[in-house]
């Protein structure tokens, strides 16, 4: 069966799945959710892994008097994003399936929700397939609105519509750049195809056509100052949607800078260069921003930010050894950045399940407010430490192969560099990364020990219990592709290696060769860790056994003479931050008051609350939307509710187009 038939039985199972949505019975629509999804699974992971193991799959889709025909094109850069996007949508979909349980009253919801789901696996999937331009907008758009009506699944809620129109609206952004990107590519080439960027030279219209695409690409991933949606969007959206969105839809961004940089032909160090410059930063100002948030959504929408950043650098890193001729450098850089994809992938979907887990059995995102839920939810506790230390880059879990090869990569450039700007860039990255790496695990640590250790801090409106199966299995899923990454990570890189090697034209023989010592350190750090691990558990399994039948007697903690303890005297995360904040005061920590002075010893009633702010989104976006607003406000009188004003339009548009055509301003 061709790439073109197998489209055509996606379009079909969409439509069934859209008619037997709307009306099977309300219990069933989540299994058949599931069932329409694997069924897109199944028929786009053929290609994909064909296109990953054998060549390119190609075919075309002809729609006669409207766009011509459009190339359908699942090579290994596509095939590498669809299959990562099929494992995060069935994962989400078992969880949502669960989590949704709790909304049975929103009847109306529920079943657009599921509508649009399907939709939105689908449209992703398109996104990867499609070559030709008009159609890859067509099913971004698609994408983004499918995403929108899963954003605003709780439409009654006031802040869940604004955080919905503030998504719409920076996406919608995102399209204009790209259309603009690709007008000016047909202008130049008289093609949409991406493949056209390659008959480019190097002059004014191909650094324009680049910035452009790359800035539409760039929103939807959410690199600073794009990144505005994301800290409103994941919070607002149900949980197992947030992790789809973090785990998935920001890679998308990535595939199109993938997909604009692998057709470059010329400027490459510069464009590495910008890239890497532009990474570093966004990755600093994404896990600097997480430190100081004490909503653990809206924290881990800024750590997605984070592992952005750190994308970018395998990026820049790549295009940098593209630009010197060093080819293992551009391995390295574009490898770990795919390999990081991945994993991001899978360790960002983890957390957002775990905090819907807590979401739905404590209603706060206020990790203030929280504590002591390892005893009640132990599972969901377990599972959140491992993505935590796996988005620490911790072993044996998979955020430290990607990591670490990127890693090798900086290194790699740093020796074989000449330049000072390059070496000094090169010598910031690093050193960036490595503070990067150092405040997540702070704001992790921060996060996990306020949730999950300690007393509750408040009185909660009913008594937690773990998680149901069924919002557990994804969670198990995801934590055995986590652990397949760490301790056989050669088999990953092979095929990240040759995903590289067919999109820049990288020998990848004698590469994975030279990669081969690399590769073996990792697994055996992956290894040892995970030995290491597994004894503790060993030693701690055979003492449970011991010592099981032994009476046992609680009694409280020795509390240095204190006998009557205060839960709000527990170290909380404003606490835990208060340092890191006055350190890094450029995130403009808002205070109602002064804080204590140390010689005041004995103060009086006194109130005092911190709260961060985003900088780039108080002192530049939003003086921009409302200079905007401002701006359009003037022209309000040409929306006037009047039919007759409207028709006037129309024929003067008409008149307008006319006159062009007799004056040959318009051909």
């Given at each position: 069966?061709?790439?073109?038939h197998?489209?055509?039985w996606?379009?079909?199972?969409?439509?069934?799945?859209?008619?037997?949505?709307?009306?099977?019975?309300?219990r069933?629509?989540?299994?058949?959710?599931?069932?329409?999804?694997?069924?897109?699974?199944?028929?786009?992971?053929?290609?994909?892994?064909?296109?990953?193991?054998?060549?390119?799959?190609?075919?075309?889709?002809?729609i006669?008097?409207?766009?011509?025909?459009?190339?359908?094109?699942?090579?290994?850069?596509?095939?590498?994003?669809?299959?990562?996007?099929?494992?995060?949508?069935?994962?989400?979909?078992?969880?949502?399936?669960?989590?949704?349980?709790?909304?049975?009253?929103?009847?109306?919801?529920?079943?657009?929700?599921?509508?649009?789901?399907i939709?939105?696996?689908?449209?992703?999937?398109?996104?990867?397939?499609?070559?030709?331009?008009?159609?890859?907008?067509?099913?971004?758009?698609?994408?983004?609105?499918?995403?929108?009506?899963?954003?605003?699944?709780?439409?009654?809620?006031?802040?869940?519509?604004?955080?919905?129109?503030?998504?719409m609206?920076?996406?919608?952004?995102?399209?204009?750049?790209?259309t603009?990107?690709?007008?000016?590519?047909?202008?130049?080439?008289?093609?949409?195809n991406f493949?056209?960027?390659?008959?480019?030279?190097?002059?004014?219209?191909?650094?324009w056509?680049?910035?452009?695409?790359?800035?539409?690409?760039a929103?939807?991933?959410?690199?600073?100052?794009?990144?505005?949606?994301?800290?409103?969007?994941?919070?607002?959206?149900?949980?197992?949607?947030?992790?789809?969105?973090?785990?998935?839809?920001?890679?998308?961004?990535?595939?199109?800078?993938?997909?604009?940089?692998?057709?470059?032909?010329?400027?490459?160090?510069?464009?590495?260069?910008?890239?890497?410059?532009?990474?570093?930063?966004?990755?600093?100002?994404?896990?600097?921003n997480?430190?100081?948030?004490?909503?653990?959504?809206?924290?881990?929408?800024y750590c997605?930010?984070?592992?952005?950043?750190?994308?970018?650098?395998?990026?820049?890193?790549?295009l940098?050894g593209?630009?010197?001729?060093?080819?293992?450098?551009?391995?390295?850089?574009?490898?770990?950045?795919?390999?990081?994809?991945?994993?991001?992938?899978?360790?960002?979907?983890?957390?957002?399940?775990?905090?819907?887990?807590?979401?739905?059995?404590?209603?706060?995102?206020?990790?203030?407010?929280?504590?002591?839920?390892?005893?009640?939810?132990?599972?969901?506790?377990?599972?959140?430490?491992?993505?935590?230390m796996?988005?620490?880059?911790?072993?044996?879990?998979?955020?430290?192969?990607?990591?670490?090869?990127?890693?090798?990569?900086?290194?790699?450039?740093?020796?074989?560099?000449?330049?000072?700007?390059?070496?000094?860039?090169?010598?910031?990255?690093?050193?960036?990364?490595?503070?990067?790496g150092?405040?997540?695990?702070?704001?992790?640590?921060?996060?996990?020990?306020?949730?999950?250790?300690?007393?509750?801090?408040?009185?909660?409106?009913?008594?937690?219990?773990?998680a149901?199966?069924?919002?557990?299995?994804?969670?198990?899923?995801?934590?055995?592709?986590?652990?397949?990454?760490?301790?056989?990570?050669?088999?990953?890189?092979?095929?990240?290696?040759?995903?590289?090697?067919?999109?820049?034209?990288?020998?990848?023989?004698?590469?994975?060769?030279?990669?081969?010592?690399?590769?073996?350190?990792?697994?055996?750090?992956?290894?040892?860790?995970?030995?290491?691990?597994?004894?503790?558990?060993?030693?701690?399994?055979?003492?449970?056994?011991?010592?099981?039948?032994?009476?046992?007697?609680?009694?409280?903690?020795?509390?240095?003479?204190?006998?009557?303890?205060?839960?709000?005297?527990?170290?909380?995360g404003?606490?835990?931050?208060?340092?890191?904040?006055?350190?890094?005061?450029?995130?403009?920590?808002?205070?109602?008051?002064?804080?204590?002075?140390?010689?005041?010893?004995?103060?009086?009633?006194?109130?005092?609350?911190?709260?961060?702010?985003?900088?780039?989104?108080?002192?530049?976006?939003?003086?921009?939307?409302?200079?905007?607003?401002?701006?359009l406000?003037?022209?309000?009188?040409?929306?006037?509710?009047?039919?007759?004003?409207?028709?006037?339009?129309?024929?003067?548009?008409?008149?307008?187009?006319?006159?062009?055509?007799?004056?040959?301003?318009?051909?």
């Amino acid at each position: 069966m061709g790439t073109t038939h197998l489209m055509v039985w996606m379009a079909l199972v969409l439509i069934v799945g859209l008619v037997g949505l709307i009306i099977v019975r309300e219990r069933y629509r989540p299994l058949l959710a599931l069932l329409i999804v694997l069924a897109n699974t199944a028929l786009s992971a053929i290609p994909s892994i064909l296109a990953l193991t054998t060549g390119p799959q190609l075919g075309v889709f002809n729609i006669p008097h409207l766009v011509g025909d459009i190339n359908i094109k699942i090579d290994s850069l596509s095939a590498w994003f669809i299959l990562i996007i099929n494992f995060t949508s069935i994962t989400g979909v078992l969880y949502g399936s669960g989590y949704l349980k709790t909304y049975s009253h929103l009847k109306t919801n529920l079943e657009l929700h599921w509508v649009f789901y399907i939709l939105f696996h689908l449209s992703m999937v398109w996104v990867c397939m499609f070559d030709n331009g008009i159609a890859f907008l067509i099913a971004w758009e698609l994408m983004s609105l499918s995403s929108l009506m899963l954003v605003i699944f709780e439409f009654q809620n006031k802040q869940t519509l604004k955080a919905g129109i503030n998504y719409m609206v920076q996406m919608h952004l995102s399209v204009v750049l790209l259309t603009l990107g690709f007008i000016l590519l047909y202008i130049n080439t008289g093609s949409f195809n991406f493949e056209a960027i390659a008959q480019m030279s190097s002059n004014k219209n191909s650094i324009w056509i680049f910035v452009l695409l790359f800035c539409g690409f760039a929103i939807k991933a959410g690199f600073i100052p794009f990144h505005t949606w994301l800290p409103h969007a994941h919070p607002a959206a149900p949980s197992h949607v947030s992790g789809v969105m973090s785990g998935v839809i920001v890679k998308l961004g990535i595939y199109g800078i993938f997909r604009i940089i692998m057709y470059l032909r010329h400027d490459w160090l510069l464009f590495g260069e910008v890239i890497l410059l532009l990474s570093v930063l966004t990755a600093l100002y994404g896990i600097a921003n997480a430190a100081v948030k004490y909503d653990f959504k809206q924290m881990l929408a800024y750590c997605t930010i984070e592992n952005i950043g750190i994308i970018g650098i395998g990026l820049g890193i790549g295009l940098m050894g593209i630009g010197n001729g060093d080819k293992t450098m551009a391995v390295l850089g574009f490898s770990g950045a795919l390999l990081h994809t991945l994993n991001h992938s899978l360790f960002k979907s983890l957390l957002f399940f775990g905090a819907g887990s807590v979401y739905q059995q404590t209603h706060t995102r206020n990790i203030e407010r929280l504590g002591g839920l390892i005893k009640k939810m132990p599972v969901t506790a377990m599972m959140f430490l491992i993505g935590s230390m796996a988005i620490g880059g911790v072993p044996p879990f998979n955020g430290f192969v990607s990591e670490f090869i990127i890693y090798n990569g900086l290194f790699k450039g740093l020796l074989g560099f000449q330049g000072i700007s390059q070496t000094i860039l090169l010598v910031l990255t690093i050193t960036g990364l490595v503070i990067v790496g150092g405040m997540s695990l702070i704001t992790f640590t921060k996060t996990f020990g306020v949730i999950f250790l300690g007393n509750p801090r408040q009185e909660l409106p009913h008594e937690p219990k773990e998680a149901s199966f069924i919002m557990l299995l994804p969670q198990y899923l995801i934590v055995a592709a986590m652990l397949s990454v760490a301790l056989v990570p050669q088999f990953f890189f092979s095929y990240a290696n040759k995903v590289v090697s067919a999109a820049f034209a990288i020998e990848s023989a004698g590469s994975a060769v030279s990669f081969a010592p690399m590769v073996q350190s990792i697994a055996s750090v992956g290894k040892i860790s995970m030995v290491f691990i597994v004894l503790m558990i060993t030693i701690f399994g055979i003492r449970w056994l011991i010592v099981r039948k032994r009476h046992s007697v609680a009694y409280e903690t020795w509390g240095c003479g204190y006998a009557a303890p205060v839960k709000k005297a527990q170290y909380s995360g404003q606490s835990f931050t208060r340092s890191f904040g006055l350190l890094f005061s450029f995130l403009k920590g808002k205070r109602t008051s002064e804080r204590i002075q140390k010689e005041k010893l004995y103060p009086g009633q006194y109130s005092y609350s911190t709260h961060y702010i985003d900088i780039l989104e108080e002192y530049f976006v939003a003086p921009l939307a409302k200079r905007l607003t401002f701006t359009l406000n003037y022209f309000q009188f040409i929306q006037n509710g009047q039919i007759q004003s409207y028709v006037l339009y129309g024929l003067f548009f008409i008149i307008l187009v006319f006159l062009g055509t007799a004056f040959n301003l318009i051909y």
